[in-house]
């Protein structure tokens, strides 16, 4: 049986539960173990699918096809471990799984009530795959004391008391503020935190602390006296220039060995941590910088884009440069023009949904191939490259995408973009219409392109035939327009098995420029970076004269 770690935040959100959890997940990992992480939202919705990025971020989507949150997309960086759908829940998912249940008649006539109905129904979700891994870190969204989180806090309270003794740990992250007028760190938030749990039968075995201070010794002491936790087990989370920091310092406050000691543990296998002491010395010495525009419409909030962002960093690991990457707003290139883009050594367009914007993307694709700048053009990125290139190559001037028309309730242009309404899953055929619900139902998870040899997209794939990358998407570039568009000088050359899909487009007579319709990003770690991503910077670093 898996030993279980419930990673639980107190006093704000966005205290960095994610990271710690992910960090932690690193650090046993480092000293040999298996590790799983989990994530357990709160929110009603099912999942964050049909949640606008503003509100929630990018969506993190896994190989067997869930929409999650994106702190999986953290867990997966890490960790380097593949995240399933079973790896992500809501209350929405816990409540829906119930009330279907009702309605088969699984309760035999039952008063159906949370307790005891709901907290099972998340203590079965927590016991999923417990034999396969030494650790299972479940982390809990949201701050204790929201109401929404209640029965999660309650599953968890009842799931540590039926599993044997010293099976499950509890670690919980708190705000240690500082007030400059009187020159102190508080440790009341802490403690009324700390007592909240208490409350609700739970107490933190592991508590990290973050501050923007240094912690003294006086008040790590106070902190552990008054909220029932060993001295060495306060630990202190400081604001970091990088998130790839996070394993080693942590593992210089002693998170791991806290853990550890927690379960009794010991002596605890010493660490490896090379994989993340080279991580670092490429991050912290580079030898240049490049700088990337990402045109995009979420640019407002950089986590829309978690996870190209992160892709672009490790692409500068790969290449040992630093990479410079400034958002810059697609309805803003509408309006002020290409010359917005001058000055950049490589042009991404990230993906997206709606019409909003997408006429400043269609003006960067085209600035990118007039101009010889690397470009990628990732899931709507590439759509818009392929409408750039039908109205300005293809003399089809009213190019556009269906998604737009449905949108707007009428037919306006040639859509060489269309609502996808069949694919091939697996062994069998999904089938959908514009007028399905939205929730789960695009074209997503893992599939395979077939790749054409002698391709650049191949040739970054070290001359492999066949890829396979992520998808979120329900409208494709339509392969009629593919004889046109090719004898105008775009190459497709990335297809689905059956010859149907256009999975990649690229320009041959272009230094770098290559658009996909999955979303490559999703793949890539610090230590293993997407191919993609590498060689993009790599030709910027090119366009830069770095090399």
Same mark, same amino acid.
């Given at each position: 049986?898996?030993?279980?770690?419930?990673?639980?935040?107190?006093?704000?959100?966005?205290?960095?539960?994610?990271?710690?959890?992910?960090?932690?997940?690193?650090?046993?990992?480092?000293?040999?173990?298996?590790?799983?992480?989990?994530?357990?939202?709160?929110?009603?919705?099912?999942?964050?699918?049909?949640?606008?990025?503003?509100?929630?971020?990018?969506?993190?989507?896994?190989?067997?096809?869930?929409?999650?949150?994106?702190?999986?997309?953290?867990?997966?960086?890490?960790?380097?471990?593949?995240?399933?759908?079973?790896?992500?829940?809501?209350?929405?998912?816990?409540?829906?799984?119930?009330?279907?249940?009702?309605?088969?008649?699984?309760?035999?006539?039952?008063?159906?009530?949370?307790?005891?109905?709901?907290?099972?129904?998340?203590?079965?979700?927590?016991?999923?795959?417990?034999?396969?891994?030494?650790?299972?870190?479940?982390?809990?969204?949201?701050?204790?004391?929201?109401?929404?989180?209640?029965?999660?806090?309650?599953?968890?309270?009842?799931?540590?008391?039926?599993?044997?003794?010293?099976?499950?740990?509890?670690?919980?992250?708190?705000?240690?503020?500082?007030?400059?007028?009187?020159?102190?760190?508080?440790?009341?938030?802490?403690?009324?935190?700390?007592?909240?749990?208490?409350?609700?039968?739970?107490?933190?075995?592991?508590?990290?602390?973050?501050?923007?201070?240094?912690?003294?010794?006086?008040?790590?002491?106070?902190?552990?006296?008054?909220?029932?936790?060993?001295?060495?087990?306060?630990?202190?989370?400081?604001?970091?220039?990088?998130?790839?920091?996070?394993?080693?310092?942590?593992?210089?406050?002693?998170?791991?060995?806290?853990?550890?000691?927690?379960?009794?543990?010991?002596?605890?296998?010493?660490?490896?941590?090379?994989?993340?002491?080279?991580?670092?010395?490429?991050?912290?010495?580079?030898?240049?910088?490049?700088?990337?525009?990402?045109?995009?419409?979420?640019?407002?909030?950089?986590?829309?884009?978690?996870?190209?962002?992160?892709?672009?960093?490790?692409?500068?690991?790969?290449?040992?440069?630093?990479?410079?990457?400034?958002?810059?707003?697609?309805?803003?290139?509408?309006?002020?023009?290409?010359?917005?883009?001058?000055?950049?050594?490589?042009?991404?367009?990230?993906? *997206?949904?709606?019409?909003? $914007?997408? &006429?400043?993307?269609?003006?960067? !694709?085209?600035?990118? @191939?007039?101009?010889? +700048?690397? /470009?990628?053009?990732?899931?709507?990125?590439?759509?818009?490259?392929?409408?750039?290139?039908?109205?300005?190559?293809? *003399?089809?001037?009213?190019? $556009?995408? &269906?998604?737009?028309?449905?949108? !707007?309730?009428?037919? @306006?242009?040639?859509? +060489?973009? /269309?609502?996808?309404?069949?694919?091939?899953?697996?062994?069998?055929?999904?089938?959908?219409?514009?007028?399905?619900?939205?929730?789960?139902?695009?074209?997503?998870?893992?599939?395979?392109?077939?790749?054409?040899?002698?391709?650049?997209?191949?040739?970054? /794939?070290?001359?492999?035939?066949?890829?396979?990358?992520?998808?979120?998407?329900?409208?494709?570039?339509?392969?009629?327009?593919?004889?046109?568009?090719?004898?105008?000088?775009?190459?497709?050359?990335?297809?689905?098995?059956?010859?149907?899909?256009?999975?990649?487009?690229?320009?041959?007579?272009?230094?770098?420029?290559?658009?996909?319709?999955?979303?490559?990003?999703?793949?890539?770690?610090?230590?293993?970076?997407?191919?993609?991503?590498?060689?993009?910077?790599?030709?910027?670093?090119?366009?830069?004269?770095?090399?």
């Amino acid at each position: 049986m898996a030993r279980y770690i419930f990673i639980t935040g107190g006093v704000v959100s966005s205290l960095g539960k994610g990271l710690a959890s992910a960090a932690l997940g690193a650090l046993l990992q480092a000293r040999g173990y298996t590790v799983r992480l989990r994530k357990l939202d709160p929110y009603l919705n099912v999942d964050p699918g049909t949640m606008s990025p503003f509100e929630h971020g990018e969506v993190f989507v896994t190989d067997d096809g869930a929409e999650t949150d994106l702190d999986l997309g953290h867990y997966e960086r890490f960790t380097g471990v593949s995240a399933r759908r079973t790896d992500s829940v809501s209350s929405g998912r816990i409540y829906s799984n119930v009330l279907e249940k009702e309605r088969r008649g699984e309760y035999l006539g039952k008063t159906i009530q949370v307790i005891p109905h709901v907290t099972n129904e998340i203590k079965e979700f927590l016991a999923i795959g417990d034999d396969e891994v030494d650790f299972m870190l479940c982390e809990i969204g949201g701050t204790v004391g929201d109401i929404e989180g209640l029965p999660f806090f309650e599953a968890i309270r009842q799931f540590t008391h039926e599993r044997p003794r010293g099976q499950c740990i509890l670690m919980h992250l708190t705000l240690l503020p500082y007030l400059t007028a009187s020159g102190e760190l508080k440790t009341k938030p802490t403690q009324h935190s700390v007592k909240e749990l208490q409350s609700i039968g739970l107490a933190p075995d592991v508590l990290v602390c973050r501050s923007e201070q240094p912690i003294p010794e006086k008040e790590r002491a106070k902190i552990a006296l008054f909220c029932n936790v060993r001295p060495d087990h306060v630990i202190p989370a400081y604001d970091l220039k990088s998130i790839y920091e996070a394993p080693l310092a942590y593992h210089r406050a002693g998170l791991d060995q806290a853990a550890l000691d927690a379960f009794g543990i010991s002596p605890a296998p010493r660490p490896d941590l090379s994989r993340w002491e080279d991580v670092l010395d490429r991050l912290n010495n580079a030898e240049g910088e490049v700088r990337v525009a990402i045109v995009g419409k979420y640019t407002q909030l950089e986590d829309a884009y978690k996870s190209i962002a992160e892709a672009l960093t490790h692409g500068g690991m790969a290449n040992r440069v630093r990479v410079r990457a400034d958002w810059v707003d697609s309805e803003k290139l509408e309006g002020e023009g290409a010359h917005l883009l001058d000055g950049y050594h490589g042009i991404i367009v990230p993906g *997206g949904f709606g019409e909003r $914007g997408t &006429e400043g993307m269609v003006t960067a !694709a085209k600035y990118a @191939r007039e101009k010889d +700048v690397p /470009y990628l053009g990732i899931c709507l990125g590439m759509q818009m490259a392929v409408i750039e290139a039908a109205r300005n190559l293809a *003399g089809m001037a009213d190019a $556009g995408s &269906e998604e737009f028309d449905h949108e !707007a309730g009428e037919s @306006r242009c040639t859509p +060489v973009v /269309y609502h996808l309404r069949e694919w091939v899953q697996g062994n069998y055929t999904v089938q959908r219409k514009p007028t399905d619900d939205k929730g789960g139902t695009m074209r997503l998870g893992a599939y395979t392109a077939v790749l054409a040899p002698g391709s650049k997209i191949s040739e970054i /794939y070290d001359g492999a035939l066949e890829i396979e990358d992520r998808h979120r998407h329900r409208y494709e570039v339509d392969g009629k327009y593919r004889d046109r568009l090719e004898k105008a000088g775009l190459k497709f050359s990335g297809m689905s098995p059956d010859g149907k899909l256009p999975e990649v487009i690229e320009y041959p007579d272009h230094p770098w420029f290559i658009g996909v319709q999955s979303h490559p990003e999703l793949k890539s770690k610090p230590f293993r970076p997407a191919p993609l991503f590498a060689g993009f910077v790599r030709a910027a670093m090119q366009g830069a004269r770095l090399v």
